[in-house]
Nanobody
Framework: QVQLVESGGGLVQPGGSLRLSCAAS????????MGWYRQAPGKQREWVAR???????YYTDSVKGRFAISRDNAKNTVYLQMNSLKPEDTAVYYC???????????WGQGTQVTVSS
């Protein structure tokens, strides 16, 4: 089992920045990729960014150039630095980890990000 705990959400004005953190614990040795998803009210959950064990990073088009995903292996933590935030970035952000050995996805509890003036 893998446990994921997100933190760092909050209320920010348009153009502002936030950094989300996702701390992983448990059976993390087989985690192949970690990522962030978000779900806005009335919408489906969508993928935002992911980072592979080899540190390759990928982003959905709407956040390219504004968001950056990174990981600190010593702390078993993944970060999402969000800059130039827009009202449409408002959503609950979820951390995700994929264990390739078990073909299993794990999810955090989510953290609310609200971009509003």
């Amino acid at each position: 089992q893998v446990q994921l705990v997100e933190s760092g959400g909050g209320l920010v004005q348009p153009g502002g920045s936030l950094r989300l953190s996702c701390a992983a614990s448990g059976s993390i040795a087989s985690i192949y990729v970690m990522g962030w998803y978000r779900q806005a009210p009335g919408k489906q959950r969508e993928w935002v960014a992911r980072i592979f064990s080899g540190r390759g990073t990928y982003y959905t088009d709407s956040v390219k150039g504004r968001f950056a995903i990174s990981r600190d292996n010593a702390k078993n933590t993944v970060y999402l630095q969000m800059n130039s935030l827009k009202p449409e970035d408002t959503a609950v952000y979820y951390c995700n980890a994929f264990d390739r050995s078990k073909n299993t996805n794990y999810w955090g509890q989510g953290t609310q990000v609200t971009v509003s003036s």
